[in-house]
């Protein structure tokens, strides 16, 4: 069973939002990038965290600091996903926040010729990028529908303006944004005080930008404005240099495509 823990120190977002202090929160994708961040901030303001990865060393290190616990899962996999809801509830004794973060991008050609692989790894990637969140919204409705809870699923600018090397990365993370947009409809029309959130992020340092991330923001600071977004529970939370992107995609749209072209 998870365990409290309370770093002394100041609590994200306590001050302009809720504390995070004994929030019952699950992360997807916290043994690396962004979510492990995820993870370790929030033990550290005494949440109680139940994460998941696929990768079970990793797991048990994240696993190891107080207050966290987790399970092996692969989210491609639609069942795992909301058996990973449900253990987690069971876990935490309820969930106030879910963070829908994990994602994987590939490269790919459809310029050449095409294989069973190249088939498999794009329904890999739609499976984890989009219905894997769709799924966990699902399952994780009742949980936070009793805990008047937080709903916060990462997209990207790429969403909005893609780039031509990822287009099923593009193409999901696009799909999940306006799935939010809708699910935000259902759930204010149920009036259960639950709060929806798209967190729009720029490039970050992740392992998933190895090599290609020169000028990326750091994860953690990534996550600590993610935080402080979900303490003021605001639909949209513009992440680093994602908030000047939304003025220029709005102004001037096809410089925002120009700009994301290549990168």
């Given amino acids: 069973m998870a365990e409290s823990y309370k770093r002394p120190g100041r609590v994200l977002g306590h001050a302009s939002g809720m504390s995070f202090h004994r929030k019952r929160v699950l992360v997807t994708g916290g043994t690396s990038g962004i979510g492990a961040h995820l993870v370790r901030l929030l033990a550290e303001q005494g949440a109680l965290v139940a994460t998941c990865g696929r990768d079970p060393d990793r797991l048990a290190q994240a696993t190891r600091r107080p207050g966290v616990t987790g399970w092996v899962a692969d989210l491609a996999d639609p069942g795992g996903t909301a058996a990973l809801v449900a253990d987690a509830a069971a876990e935490l004794g309820g969930l106030d926040v879910v963070v829908a973060n994990a994602a994987v991008q590939h490269r790919q050609s459809f310029t050449g010729g095409w294989s069973p692989a ?22 994780a409705w009742p949980h936070l529908r009793r805990s008047r809870g937080v709903f916060t699923a990462l997209t990207s600018a790429l969403a909005y303006s893609p780039k031509k090397t990822a287009p099923v990365y593009c193409a999901s993370k696009a799909g999940l944004g306006v799935f939010l947009r809708a699910l935000r409809y259902q759930w204010d029309d149920a009036d259960a005080g639950v709060t929806v959130q798209e967190a729009l992020m720029p490039l970050v340092a992740t392992p998933m930008t190895e090599g290609r991330n020169d000028g990326a923001l750091p994860a953690e600071q990534a996550a600590q404005q993610i935080l402080r977004g979900i303490a003021r529970r605001v639909p949209v939370i513009a992440v680093g240099k994602a908030r000047p992107f939304r003025v220029i995609r709005r102004v001037a749209p096809g410089v925002a495509d120009a700009m994301l072209r290549d990168s």
């Fill in 118 to 139: 190249d088939s498999a790894a794009v329904l890999a990637e739609t499976h984890t990028n989009l219905a894997g969140p769709i799924v966990l919204a699902g399952a």
